[in-house]
């Protein structure tokens, strides 16, 4: 099932499914995980986390990962496997240093695989690489998605065929440097009352590797319609986007950065404006916090990462799963990581 190298059986999970879930990969540091259900099996995408030596800083320089494994599972709970090397960095001409959190998609038996890279000036851009195998080998493009920027890519299959592009991430994601399509190197924030820095998203286009449209800005809004503003650290919008559709509603959710939440936001089409709602997930072991959420088997599942296997290490963490209840109401219940 493609895969560069040799297919290993890595871990079995416990039995009993509860919040207090054990590391799905305990061989090799793992986070970041976009979890999608492909012809009825759970595959796994997260970023491969690696001690690389390099000194931690505020622009996230020490997550300096080089390649992405995929994982499959069968079942929840359930062993999971994995497929080994996917994509390399060296095998990804305009590529730098970084590949940080990564997401997959599907469309007529060819998978896609989205992945944010520094390029060879240090600018995150966001790169496609396609497979016939949700396992890999991915072949790369041999440049960045054109109009893509910043990091976090997360793709959205609506019911409709239709993909939606979601990115962006400030601080180390770069999102503070972009005017529209203008770079300017300068860190620059919004401060108080002013907007927050909003994520971004497009359309894809039919081959699945260009951008249908401009880039927009997604409007993540209070209850009065407001934008969120940028002192609201607790709840403004820092990285990590998901998407997922739950009975015709939309669910933005995202990482909050130094506050560390899970947050989400909803709206009634893909584009938003998406209205605050709450948390779905507190924060975990380790600065990240970064999430999916999938529907498999008629239940839904917060997959997410703490860094309990490296004792508290940030930049290397492990990946784990949870059950994601939604409310009559539609509301997600606040899941806390250490508690059932
Ligand atoms: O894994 C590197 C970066 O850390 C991700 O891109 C962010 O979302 C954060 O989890």
């Given at each position: 099932e493609g895969g560069s190298e040799e297919t290993v059986e890595v871990e079995s999970m416990n039995d009993t499914l509860n919040a207090i879930s054990d590391p799905l990969v305990t061989d090799i540091y793992t986070a970041d995980p976009s979890a999608h259900v492909f012809n009825g099996k759970i595959y796994i995408y997260p970023s491969h986390d690696i001690e690389s030596g390099v000194p931690q800083d505020d622009l996230g320089s020490h997550f300096d990962m080089k390649d992405y494994h995929v994982f499959s599972m069968d079942s929840i709970p359930g062993p999971v496997t994995d497929h080994g090397v996917a994509l390399d960095i060296k095998d990804v001409a305009w590529a730098g240093r970084q590949m940080w959190a990564p997401d997959a998609a599907e469309k007529d038996g060819t998978y896609y695989l989205y992945f944010p890279a520094k390029d060879k000036d240090d600018i995150f851009k966001i790169g496609v690489a396609s497979s016939d195998?949700?396992?890999?080998p991915f072949t790369p493009e041999?440049?960045?998605?054109?109009?893509s920027y910043s990091i976090d890519p997360a793709v959205f299959a609506d019911t409709d065929g239709s993909y939606y592009l979601y990115f962006g991430g400030i601080w180390g994601g770069q999102l503070q440097r972009w005017e529209g399509e203008a770079y300017n190197p300068q860190d620059e924030y919004p401060t108080g009352e002013a907007p927050a820095i909003l994520p971004k998203m497009a359309k894809l286009s039919p081959d699945m590797k260009?951008?249908?449209?401009e880039v927009k800005e997604i409007q993540i809004v209070d209850k009065n319609g407001d934008l969120l503003k940028a002192q609201d650290n607790e709840r403004r919008f820092f990285e990590a986007a998901w998407v997922h559709k739950y009975n015709d509603t939309y669910y933005f959710s995202y990482s909050t950065g130094d506050t560390h939440y899970i947050a989400y936001a909803t709206g009634d089409n893909p584009y938003g404006p998406f209205t605050y709602q709450g948390v779905i997930l507190n924060p975990v072991i380790g600065w990240t916090n970064h999430h999916s959420i999938l529907e498999f088997n008629g239940k839904w599942y917060l997959f997410y990462h703490d860094s309990t296997l490296s004792g508290g290490q940030t930049h290397l963490r492990n990946i784990k799963l949870t059950e994601l209840k939604h409310r009559p109401d539609g509301k997600i219940e606040t899941i806390d990581p250490y508690l059932n």
């Open positions: 195998s949700p396992t890999g041999p440049t960045p998605i054109e109009g260009s951008l249908a449209e």
